[in-house]
């Protein structure tokens, strides 16, 4: 299990970012994913009021794909999530399992298709999406040794002024890319 503690922004556009990310961190790999969102038959993630605060997702890499179920800790009635549970495991015949949930009445709800550039910038991970139907976006992602969830995400938010976003607090997206895809359409 991994704990998750991220800041995510709609921006306009990469160009100003990745004049700066270079001098702050070095770019790891520029990779299509493609998220599949699924819910059990008994329980609609989605459904969850205000925010979903569970998901299970298939993802699939260039050279993995990956089962997950992540689940919100201490979500407020914003929407905003202090941190997330994260649990995965790979997979290693993506039909056949997804045959399996299928059997199970496991349903497909959401696919988040993204081309995603990840930047190592030592106690964050950045990654610049350009998800489809929904535009770009820039998530830090706490990746090294903080004291608690709080600095954590004092140190993302700490980041993003770096890279030159104001008000990153309040201008935050505090919902997942298959809630706003759903809501978009």
């Known amino acids: ?9 709609k921006i306009n556009s990469f160009e100003e970012v990745k004049k700066i990310l270079p001098k702050l961190g070095k770019l ?18 989605f459904a969850q009021k205000p925010h979903p605060i569970e998901w299970l997702r298939i993802r699939t890499n260039p050279d993995k794909t990956i089962f997950e179920y992540d689940k919100s800790i201490n979500k407020k009635a914003d929407g905003e999530q ?11 015949q993506p039909g056949e399992f997804r045959k399996i949930l299928g059997f199970l009445n496991f349903k497909k709800v959401v696919t988040i298709e993204k081309l995603r550039e990840y930047w190592n910038c030592g106690d964050f991970e950045i990654a610049l999406d350009n998800v489809k139907e929904l535009g770009l976006f820039i998530e830090v992602e706490a990746k090294g040794s ?3 969830t709080k600095k954590a995400k004092e140190g993302c938010l700490n980041f993003l002024k770096k890279l030159g976003f104001k008000n990153c607090e309040e201008a935050q997206i505090k919902k997942g890319y298959p809630v706003l895809l759903l809501e978009k359409n």
């Open 28 to 45: 790891v790999k520029v990779i299509k994913q493609v998220d599949e969102y699924y819910i059990p038959y008994h329980r609609n993630f």
């Open 146 to 148: 903080f004291e608690n």
């Open 82 to 92: 202090e941190c997330a549970n994260e649990y995965e495991t790979g997979i290693s």
């Open 1 to 9: 299990m991994n704990i998750e503690v991220e800041i995510k922004l």
